[in-house]
C-alpha cells in the first residue's frame, strides 16, 4: 500500500514570497490533516478536512495561509506572504476515521 | 484535548527494555491514549493505542494506569533503530493528534 505523498520535499524562499504545498493521502482515507511542526517542537494542527469539507481550521492564520481538498482527494497549502516565523516542517497525514493516522515525510520549508 | 507529560529525554542500552512513561491527567474519559515515534527526517509513526486495559503489538506494548492517568509504552528490547521521539497523546476517532515535545530516546550500542 502506497504512503502519504507530499511534494516538494525542501522549499527555500525569501519572506513575503509565496509557496504551495501538495499532500496525496493514502486511497481511500476520507479524512486528511495538515500539520506544522516547528524546530525542536511536536506536531501542531493547521487544518483538518473530511472528504472535501473542513473540520477543523481554528488554528490556521487565515491572513496568509489557505488549504483546498478538492474533489476529496489531494490537497495544497499555501502561504502568502510568507514570514521568517513560517520556517517548519509541514506534515500531512491522512486516516480512515480511526484512531491511526498516517503521516507522509513532510515539506521542509526554509524562508530567508 | 489531553495535556500530556513525557520526560524530556531517555537513554537505553540496546537489547535492553525500554519503559517510556506519560502523564495524562486530564483525560476525558472515551479518549484513547496514542503513542507515536518520529525518527529523524520522517513524518511520525503510529507505535499503538489503547483504552483501559493494556495493550500489546509487533513494535511494543502499552501499559495504562486502572485510573487513566498515566500510561506506558514497553519497548521489550530496544534496537538502535528504535531511537526517536516517541509522542504520546489523546483524543478519540479521528480527532486531530494533539503533540507536546515528546521524550527523545537514545539507544546505546
Known amino acids: 500500500e502506497a504512503g502519504v505523498a507530499q511534494s516538494p520535499r525542501y522549499k527555500i524562499i525569501e519572506k513575503r514570497q509565496s509557496v504551495a504545498f501538495w499532500c496525496n493521502p493514502i486511497s481511500g482515507h476520507a479524512t486528511l490533516y495538515w500539520y506544522q511542526q516547528i524546530l525542536g517542537q511536536g506536531p501542531k494542527l493547521l487544518i483538518q478536512f473530511q472528504n472535501n469539507g473542513v473540520v477543523d481550521d481554528s488554528q490556521l492564520p487565515k491572513d496568509r495561509f489557505s488549504a483546498e481538498r478538492l474533489k476529496g482527494v489531494d490537497s495544497t497549502l499555501k502561504i502568502q506572504p510568507a514570514k521568517l516565523e513560517d520556517s517548519a516542517v509541514y506534515l500531512c497525514a491522512s486516516s480512515l476515521g480511526g484512531a491511526q493516522q498516517y503521516f507522509g515525510p513532510g515539506t521542509r520549508l526554509t524562508v530567508t | 484535548d489531553a495535556k500530556t507529560t513525557q520526560p524530556n529525554s531517555m537513554e537505553s542500552n540496546e537489547e535492553e527494555p525500554v519503559h517510556l512513561p506519560c502523564n495524562h491527567s486530564?483525560?476525558?474519559?472515551?479518549?484513547?491514549i496514542h503513542w507515536y515515534r518520529q525518527l529523524p527526517s520522517q513524518g511520525p509513526e503510529y507505535v499503538i493505542h489503547?483504552?483501559?486495559s493494556n495493550v500489546n503489538n509487533r513494535m511494543a506494548s502499552l501499559a495504562i494506569a486502572e485510573d487513566r492517568k498515566s500510561s506506558t509504552l514497553i519497548l521489550h528490547r530496544a534496537t538502535l533503530r528504535d531511537a526517536a521521539v516517541y509522542y504520546c497523546t489523546g483524543g478519540e476517532g479521528n480527532t486531530p493528534l494533539v503533540f507536546g515535545k515528546g521524550t527523545r530516546l537514545s539507544v546505546i550500542a
Open positions: 486530564t483525560i476525558s474519559g472515551t479518549d484513547y
Open positions: 489503547g483504552l483501559t
